[in-house]
């Protein structure tokens, strides 16, 4: 059968740069036309909680031995705060290299939008984050759409399958139906993506217009470049290292998501479709239902490098360059006060906002500089937080011996292509779970 969805990609381009011509020539009517992308934005933040819940369940439940659940949390959460320290240190140098706020003037108009920022990125506190993870009901974190929740519930109820044995495979079995159902109707929602990039980008580009870039464009073209170095550097080579995948095959079988991501500015919109296609790469069904809902939260690679050279930039723009201490001090608590909000749109600008608001305030009015630029660069942090937990999904299958190498290879080389009408893997000579080989 042929691929009816290369069309649809083929029609989200075309809806991109209709939506930048839009933009340009009639900003007024772009604006208008930000619902269509908010819109679509929304319908898959709908689908986001139930797939998260339907594959952990399947992922945790399924697995016979429960301390395999906390060793492949245990190897996820360590190489993010590792990456996470190294996207920091990159920003640093990069940063401080560029010195990109040097001879920038703040206006009014910059110092009010900083000011409404800081206000968002200082509404919750360490405490109320943690604190914010428990649902009010047991069905509540599927109405409010909050990713940990949602990942606290479906853990709890897959260790009770667990313990429950085979009294819990008629539930599990059900669980499974329902996956299906949820990703046939992701299945349906995409094809209106295209509507959903074309107002989403007509949108940002009738607000913010080509003029007001000239003067960004040191710092933009930085961090572009710099997330780009970042992941052909440290991930590329690191991926190659431990799973002998090569990263220009793994990126390219994930095109369709990240043009996805591009256009809608959010990773997660991609979310869903990343679980599946993992688990079509060979990876197996418990690793990929940890591993990427938690990097989701806490692997921000593209936000880590995104709060260092946007604080750098602030304090050199207002006149009050940070000295290196205070440097890392300011940005590990932004990192830390970021987790959870990956997939969010201008996350990161409140995260920045509240987090100078903390710990120096005279530098929050400084904010209002890049307030018309954050947009644009979340694209290359939405991209940058995407190719880091893909590949940290197939490095930590690979550590924990539940990577099909022989499968990755066949499906990279298209051999095995990726169910696209249904976003579900068919191939049933490849169950997505699977125990791992003994070790030692």
């Not at 998260?52 to 492949?72: D, E, N, W, Y």
């Not at 604080?311 to 001090?329: K, M, N, Y």
């Amino acid at each position: 059968m042929r691929d009816r969805t290369r069309y649809l990609y083929l029609a989200v381009i075309v809806a991109v740069v209709a939506g930048v011509a839009i933009g340009l020539v009639w900003p007024d009517l772009g604006k208008e036309l930000k619902p269509l992308g908010t819109a679509f934005v929304a319908l898959i933040k709908m689908m986001i909680s139930p797939i998260i819940f339907c594959t952990i369940v399947l992922g945790v439940g399924s697995v016979t031995k429960a301390a395999k659940v906390g060793r492949v949390g245990g190897l996820a959460l360590g190489y993010f705060i590792a990456m996470s320290t190294v996207a920091l240190v990159i920003g640093l140098v990069v940063g401080n290299l560029l010195d990109p706020g040097a001879g920038l003037q703040l206006s009014d108009a910059a110092r009010q939008s900083a000011e409404a920022e800081a206000a968002k990125g200082s509404e919750a506190s360490t405490v109320d984050f943690l604190l914010g993870i428990i649902p009010a009901t047991l069905v509540s974190a599927f109405t409010e759409g909050q990713v940990l929740q949602t990942l606290l519930v479906a853990l709890l109820a897959g260790f009770a399958l667990q313990a429950m044995g085979a009294k819990g495979a008629p539930i599990l079995n059900g669980v499974a139906h329902i996956q299906r159902l949820v990703f046939r109707i992701l299945a349906m929602i995409m094809w209106v993506a295209p509507v959903g990039a074309f107002g989403a980008i007509a949108a940002v580009v009738g607000s913010t217009g080509v003029d007001a870039l000239r003067s960004f464009a040191v710092i933009m073209i930085g961090f572009y470049v710099t997330c780009l170095l970042f992941v052909c550097i440290v991930l590329g080579p690191l991926l190659w290292l431990v799973a002998r995948v090569n990263l220009w095959s793994l990126l390219t079988y994930l095109r369709r998501e990240f043009l996805l991501i591009l256009s809608t500015s959010s990773s997660e919109s991609a979310l869903p479709r990343l679980i599946a296609k993992m688990e079509h790469l060979g990876v197996s069904r418990p690793v990929v239902g940890i591993t990427v809902p938690t990097g989701y939260s806490f692997n921000l690679d593209g936000t880590a490098i995104y709060l260092t050279m946007a604080t750098l930039f602030v304090a050199s723009a207002t006149g009050s360059p940070l000295g290196l201490g205070e440097q890392i001090s300011l940005l590990l608590f932004m990192i830390i006060a970021s987790k959870g909000a990956a997939g969010v749109t201008g996350s990161g600008l409140a995260t920045l906002a509240g987090g100078l608001q903390s710990h120096r305030p005279e530098l929050v009015d400084g904010v209002g500089l890049i307030v018309g630029i954050d947009r644009f660069m979340s694209e290359a942090r939405a991209l940058t937080n995407f190719a880091g937990n893909a590949v940290a999904t197939v490095l930590v299958g690979t550590w924990t011996g539940e990577f099909d190498r022989d499968r990755a290879a066949q499906v990279l080389s298209g051999g095995a292509p990726f169910d696209e009408a249904t976003l579900l893997d068919e191939d049933e000579e490849h169950p997505p779970a699977k125990e791992p080989a003994p070790v030692g």
